[in-house]
């Protein structure tokens, strides 16, 4: 089993920076594609980035060459390096975990284990 708690979410301006942690625990972790997704209000659960045990990675087009997912698998840590946000990032961002290492990463309902979420605010 995998627990993962997100964090560093918060309020930054339009062409601001943010980087959120996904800390992960349980012997899985190396094993497991970890991803990213937000949820904007009153939108669905839509993917921004994933990265699997080879560390390769996948990008929503909306966010390649803004974002980069990386990991540290020494802390059992996934990142997500935001840059030049914008007011359409603003979302409940949480992290993900799945067996699945192919382009099923790109769907949410692939995923198993789910962070509790943190929000990222970009004020115009």
């Known amino acids: 089993q995998v627990q993962l708690v997100d964090s560093g979410g918060g309020l930054v301006q339009t062409g601001g920076s943010l980087r959120l942690s996904c800390a992960a625990s349980?012997?899985?972790?190396?094993?497991?594609?970890m991803g990213w997704f937000r949820q904007a209000p009153g939108e669905g659960r839509d993917f921004v980035a994933a990265?699997?045990?080879?560390?390769?990675?996948y990008y929503a087009d909306d966010v390649k060459g803004r974002f980069t997912i990386s990991k540290d698998g020494a802390q059992n840590t996934v990142y997500l390096q935001m840059n030049s946000l914008k007011p359409e990032d603003t979302a409940v961002y949480y992290c993900?975990?799945?067996?699945?290492?192919?382009?099923?990463?790109?769907?949410?309902?692939?995923?198993?284990?789910w962070g509790q979420g943190t929000q990222v605010t970009v004020s115009s």
């Open positions: 993900a975990a799945t067996v699945y290492s192919d382009m099923r990463a790109y769907y949410a309902y692939n995923y198993v284990y």
């Open positions: 349980g012997r899985a972790f190396g094993a497991s594609t």
């Open positions: 990265i699997n045990s080879a560390s390769t990675t």
